[in-house]
């Protein structure tokens, strides 16, 4: 089975910045990061391919950066100019869409974003 396991979260003030981790036990064609906030659907924040094409969600485009390495089966997240609703539980995902499919889901990560 594939395993997720995600670090880095934490509390920052508005404009800090702070970057998550994602420790894979193989990485997929899709690796991605979501987000949920207390109250909301979990949203896609950003995702990468295993060609190396990414994807952001409108809300953190120009703030966030998503990478990964195959070599080592990591996926991070660098976030800069953070904002309070930026604030929610970050989670790994990770999907083959061949079969077998797959779908692999991290415990997440908490950030929080306050003066």
């Known amino acids: 089975q594939v395993q997720l396991v995600e670090s880095g979260g934490g509390s920052v003030q508005p404009g800090g910045s702070l970057t998550l981790s994602c420790a894979a036990s193989?990485?997929?064609?899709?690796m991605a990061w979501y987000r949920q906030a207390p109250g909301k659907q979990r949203e896609l924040v950003a995702s990468?391919?295993?060609?190396?094409?990414?994807n952001y969600a409108d809300f953190v485009k120009d703030r966030f950066r998503i990478s990964r390495d195959n070599r080592v089966n990591t996926l991070t997240l660098q976030m800069n100019s953070l904002k309070p609703e930026d604030t929610a539980v970050y989670y790994c995902h990770a999907a083959r869409y061949v079969t077998p499919r797959l779908t692999v889901w991290g415990q997440g990560t908490q950030v929080t974003v306050t003066s």
């Open positions: 990468v391919t295993s060609g190396g094409t990414t």
């Open positions: 193989i990485t997929l064609y899709m």
